[in-house]
């Protein structure tokens, strides 16, 4: 089931869960070289603006979020909405990464570069992919249209998903067939409360 940023205790376990799925112990980003990790506390708060907070005040702070939002957004190469992602989410690397708004990915997704996640022939919100929990995307993966990838898969590199996949196993090639039974198990790191 994938859900959304509620109220603040949500948006700490997210912030929580995307630190550890990025593999980090520090507290803090460090201001030089922690862009991706910036990034992702960027969006969980502009998440919590949107879903949370109402009134004129939280207005301007939410149009301030969304403005830093999309400069970060530019400067990394990524075009991800909110409200997309549940808790987990590790961006691997700067880099092209487009998704559509009406995409649904569930916990403890690690994503690389050059991925695009969109709709297919239809270019409705309905026509766009659901992506279960602890699933790895690979570098250059594409995936599109209104499939369902279940819980615990690995998608190759360049691999072009088009088509359903079941849980537990890895799919690569163009188009996209199942390789092995093996999964995501080892390819990420699963947030646990």
């Given at each position: 089931m994938i859900i959304v940023i509620q109220n603040k205790d949500d948006l700490k376990n997210y912030l929580a869960a995307d630190k550890q799925a990025?593999?980090?112990?520090?507290?803090?980003?460090?201001p030089i070289v922690d862009d991706i990790w910036k990034f992702q506390i960027l969006l969980r708060k502009l998440e919590y603006n949107i879903n949370c907070k109402k009134g004129i005040h939280n207005r301007v702070k939410t149009l301030y979020l969304k403005y830093k939002f999309h400069?970060?957004?530019?400067?990394?190469?990524?075009?991800?909405?909110?409200?997309?992602?549940g808790p987990g989410l590790s961006i691997a690397h700067r880099g092209t990464i487009i998704v559509n708004s009406g995409s649904k990915v569930g916990a403890n997704c690690r994503i690389h570069a050059n991925v695009n996640i969109g709709t297919g022939k239809d270019t409705s919100l309905v026509d766009v992919p659901t992506i279960g929990d602890n699933v790895y995307i690979g570098p250059g993966a594409k995936i599109y249209g209104a499939i369902n990838i279940k819980d615990n898969v690995a998608i190759g590199a360049n691999a072009v998903v088009n088509?359903?996949?079941?849980?537990?196993?890895?799919?690569?090639?163009v188009p996209a067939k199942i390789i092995n039974q093996k999964g995501s198990k080892g390819l990420l790191f699963r947030y646990h409360k």
């Open positions: 990025l593999g980090f112990t520090r507290k803090f980003p460090r400069k970060l957004s530019q400067k990394l190469g990524f075009e991800i909405p909110t409200n997309v992602f088509k359903d996949v079941d849980s537990n196993v890895t799919v690569a090639g």
